[in-house]
């Protein structure tokens, strides 16, 4: 009952009402065709902060034949998906579209259903870079990776959010806190722990920073053949690039 994104997703998943919003708000999916809902699926729940949902719909287009589309909706507790379709339709509009010559892409946003305050994306082909990175062919990936998110380094997108090594250092020491609550016998040591990492911070030279992903790591690659998909830009905020380097190796 607390959780104030639970009005948004119940209605999402209403199949009536879900066909009848998407007709009404993605019109860059229908174009002059009608759109029919398949099916609907929660794919990920995290009580009170967001929802991830699929959507199976067939889209209908005089003179073509009915192509299936699987969009994925995002809802976030007081959010009103605006943002999120913004910053994403920013990224695909800076040479990141599903045609980008490089092979880097994000996924199309397709639009905001503002009935549920979320907004869709395509869902892309292919399998997350978890798996394929311990398989013979790690090695050759892992450099197209590195390229990828050096692209999105160099694009230097506009964003309103910062992320500095004091709020790094602030989520660590949360983290440590939890840990130390359920483990009291560590306390001294998380203590010791902390001063040092605030010492390493310390002595890292602050840069102008760019944009980054800020929650880069494997599952955020789709891999589809020659095409690579940066996913999941929920987080992305001006910070070191260095940071999306040191998630995705840890």
Known sequence: ?????????????????????FKRRLPRLSGDGRLKLKAIRVVRYK???????EYDVEVRRPGEVDHPVTLIGKVRARRSGNEGFRQLETIWNAGF???????????????????????CQRKVPGETATKLLAGPEGVTLARRIAEAIHKLHRANLPTERAHTMADELRILRECFNKVAAQ?????????????????????????NGCGIHRDFYSSQVIVDGARLWLIDFDLFCLGDPG???GNFLG
């Not at 997703?9 to 066909?19: E, F, G, N």
């Not at 483990?183 to 840069?207: D, I, N, Y």
């Open 183 to 207: 483990r009291p016998e560590w306390v001294g040591r998380l203590a010791r722990l902390m001063v040092a990492c605030e010492k390493l911070g310390a002595s890292v030279p602050s840069t």
């Open 47 to 53: 009580a009170g902060k967001r929802c991830v949902m």
């Open 97 to 119: 579209d599903a045609q980008s010559a490089d092979g880097i892409s994000v996924p199309e946003p397709v639009g905001v259903i503002s009935e549920f305050k979320m907004w």
């Open 1 to 21: 009952a607390a959780d104030s994104a639970l009005p948004m997703v119940a209605a999402a998943l209403d199949p009536a009402l879900a066909a009848s919003e």
């Open 243 to 245: 940071l999306d380097v």
